[in-house]
């Protein structure tokens, strides 16, 4: 047995065969291959379209947003200030109200105690005087007789009298 290689048969046919039934499916098919290219091909370009559109919106929308982000973050940027100023201000309110609220207390804690020294000096002045005439009283009483007690008695009467008529 001889094994004879023939080329053209094992291979040049099988490739003319295939060129052959290429040719014929593409003459067969030809107008649907054609409409299968042009609806796919349509099919990309509206989803090209689309795309480009979606694109074309979401920039849109990046760009409001963007936008919207830079004017909150201007706003907030301004609430900060005007909350800073508003603070500050505060601040320098409550201090002069407590600077205020000091003197006051400084004024009224000097009246109460001029009040306080006025009264206790009066006090003092009537113990003494009370002290005074109690050691005098002693004394006139310890020194003096009888007689001499009632022409004194009858002195400050006179003089009380005295000052009662005028």
Do not use: C, W
């Amino acid at each position: 047995m001889e094994h004879h290689f023939d080329l053209t048969s094992a291979v040049v046919i099988p490739y003319i065969n295939f060129a052959v039934f290429i040719a014929a499916f593409v003459f067969f098919f030809r107008k649907s291959l054609a409409s299968l290219a042009k609806s796919r091909r349509d099919a990309f370009l509206s989803a090209s379209k689309e795309a480009q559109a979606s694109l074309d919106a979401a920039r849109q929308v990046f760009s409001e947003v963007k936008a919207r982000l830079d004017a909150l973050e201007s706003e907030l940027s301004a609430f900060r200030e005007q909350s800073e100023r508003a603070a500050h201000e505060e601040a320098r309110r409550i201090a002069e109200e407590t600077e205020r609220f000091s003197k006051q207390l400084q004024e009224e804690t000097k009246r109460i105690a001029s009040e306080a020294i006025e009264s206790a000096r009066q006090e003092l002045r009537q113990e003494v005087v009370q002290a005074a005439r109690e050691l005098a009283q002693k004394r006139i009483e310890t020194d003096l007789d009888v007689g001499a007690r009632e022409l004194i008695l009858k002195s400050r009467m006179s003089d009380a009298a005295k000052m009662s008529a005028q």
